[in-house]
C-alpha cells in the first residue's frame, strides 16, 4: 500500500523565519496531497491541499509544493509566528491500493516558533 | 451544521470490556472513516465506509469492527478491549466526489480518548 513519509520529526524556529517541512510517498498513483495542522488536544484541522494536476498552490503564508517525478511535496509557512506551533501532518490519496478518500498520513512533525 | 460529532470524549475501560465509539455527521458526506492516533505514529486507518451498508478494513482492523446502518452515523465497536488500544480515536469524513473535484476534504470529528486498563 501507499507509504508517506515526513520529515523533520521535530522543528524549531525563530518567529518570523521561515520552515520548511518535507514529504515523500510511495504510490505514483496518489493524486490528493493534503496538509493538517493540529494543536494540542484538538482535531486535525485542513490547513492547504494539493493536486496531482498543480505544482504549487499559496495561501497567504503558507505554501505547498509538488513533485510528481520524485514523489515527494513540501509544506512551507513564511514569516512563522507563535500560533503557527502546532504538530503537522502530510497525507497522500487516490493512489492504485487506495482509492478515492482513503487516506495514508505521514508520522507528523511537532513546530514550534520560539519568541 | 454540526459537522462531524463523536462521544464519548474520554473513555475507561478494564481489559476485556466491550465498548462503542460513536460518530454522527450532518453534511451528507457518503466517505466516513475511523482513525487512530499514537504518539510519534501519526493517523492510522482502522475501517472505512464508501456509503450506507458498505464498510472496508484500514491499516490496523485487528479488534475493531464497524457498520454503517445510515449515512450519518458510522460506530466503531470494540468487542474486548487490550491496553494496546489505549489510543485517540478520531472519526472522519467527506465526498466521494472524483479527484479533483475539491470533494476529497476530509473533516474531523473532535476525537475520544480511550484508557484500557
Known amino acids: 500500500g501507499e507509504n508517506v513519509e515526513q520529515h523533520p520529526s521535530t522543528l524549531s524556529v525563530q518567529e518570523g523565519d521561515s520552515a520548511v517541512i518535507k514529504c515523500t510517498y510511495s504510490d505514483s498513483a496518489s493524486n490528493y496531497f493534503p496538509w493538517y495542522k493540529q494543536e494540542l488536544g484538538k482535531r486535525p484541522q485542513l490547513i492547504i491541499d494539493?493536486?496531482?494536476?498543480?505544482g504549487e498552490k499559496k495561501d497567504q503564508r503558507i505554501a505547498v509544493t509538488l513533485n510528481k517525478t520524485a514523489k515527494h511535496f513540501s509544506l512551507h509557512i513564511t514569516e512563522t509566528q507563535p500560533e503557527d506551533s502546532a504538530v503537522y501532518f502530510c497525507?497522500?490519496?487516490?493512489?492504485?491500493?487506495?482509492?478515492?478518500?482513503?487516506?495514508?498520513f505521514g508520522t507528523g512533525t511537532q513546530l514550534k516558533v520560539e519568541l | 451544521n454540526a459537522g462531524v460529532t463523536q462521544t464519548p470524549k474520554f473513555q475507561v475501560l478494564k481489559t476485556g470490556q466491550s465498548m462503542t465509539l460513536q460518530c454522527a455527521q450532518d453534511?451528507?458526506?457518503?466517505?466516513m472513516s475511523w482513525y487512530r492516533q499514537d504518539p510519534g505514529m501519526g493517523l492510522r486507518l482502522i475501517h472505512y465506509s464508501v456509503g450506507a451498508g458498505i464498510t472496508d478494513q484500514g491499516e490496523v482492523p485487528n479488534g475493531y469492527n464497524v457498520s454503517r446502518s445510515t449515512t450519518e452515523d458510522f460506530p466503531l465497536r470494540l468487542l474486548s478491549a487490550a491496553p494496546s488500544q489505549t489510543s485517540v480515536y478520531f472519526c472522519?469524513?467527506?465526498?466521494?466526489?472524483?479527484?479533483?473535484?475539491?470533494?476529497?476534504?476530509?473533516?474531523f470529528g473532535p476525537g475520544t480518548r480511550l484508557l484500557v486498563l
Open positions: 494539493i493536486r496531482s494536476n498543480v
Open positions: 453534511m451528507n458526506h457518503e466517505y
Open positions: 497525507a497522500a490519496s487516490g493512489g492504485l491500493t487506495g482509492g478515492g478518500n482513503k487516506l495514508t
Open positions: 472522519a469524513s467527506s465526498y466521494t466526489g472524483t479527484s479533483g473535484s475539491g470533494q476529497e476534504t476530509q473533516y
